[in-house]
């Protein structure tokens, strides 16, 4: 369908179900020369993203990683702190795994803390790792488009992916 449509490229927004059928999808999205461009990844690195990863690995496949968060947009001090430094560990593990998988780990501003693109370039610098960046998603900023341009003069550097929505 997605060649009939002309499309040769898929960002894939999986649901646990879909893991069992993820190599039969790899296999045909390879035959019919559709490249997987991003996977939708889970937020830590548990027993199913080690089944990812060693799939895409497998199949020479290196789609970006995309990664979500939280925590209270509100916080700050100490408990800013914490949940900064957690959020490094929790990423930078990812990225690590991702690294072997020849792979891009984009944090995906989902909402919450981890939504603001100051805090995910703040998580950037902390992780300190080439394979990672940021993918930008317009339907989750709609409280920051006031500032879209200054928002996308500071991510530029690290923006791997800008999704559109159409919003005004």
């Keep these: 369908m997605l060649r009939e449509l002309g499309l040769r490229r898929l960002a894939y927004d999986y649901r646990a179900e879909h893991v069992a059928s993820f190599e039969d999808e790899i296999l045909t999205l390879k035959k019919h020369g559709i490249e997987l461009t991003a996977w939708w990844f889970p937020t830590v690195l548990n027993d199913e993203a080690k089944l990812i990863l060693s799939l895409l690995k497998k199949h020479d496949v290196h789609p970006q990683l995309w990664v979500t968060g939280g925590g209270d947009p509100a916080m700050q001090g100490d408990a800013e702190a914490a949940f900064m430094a957690a959020e490094v560990r929790r990423l930078r593990e990812i990225a690590l795994a991702a690294q072997d998988a020849r792979c891009q780990v984009a944090l995906y501003n989902h909402g919450g803390w981890f939504g ?53």
């Design 116 to 168: 603001i693109p100051e805090n995910q370039m703040r998580l950037l610098e902390a992780i300190d790792l080439p394979n990672v960046g940021i993918v930008y998603n317009l339907h989750h900023g709609h409280d920051q488009i006031d500032r879209l341009p200054e928002i996308l003069r500071s991510i530029g550097p690290k923006l791997l992916a800008l999704n559109l929505n159409g919003i005004q």
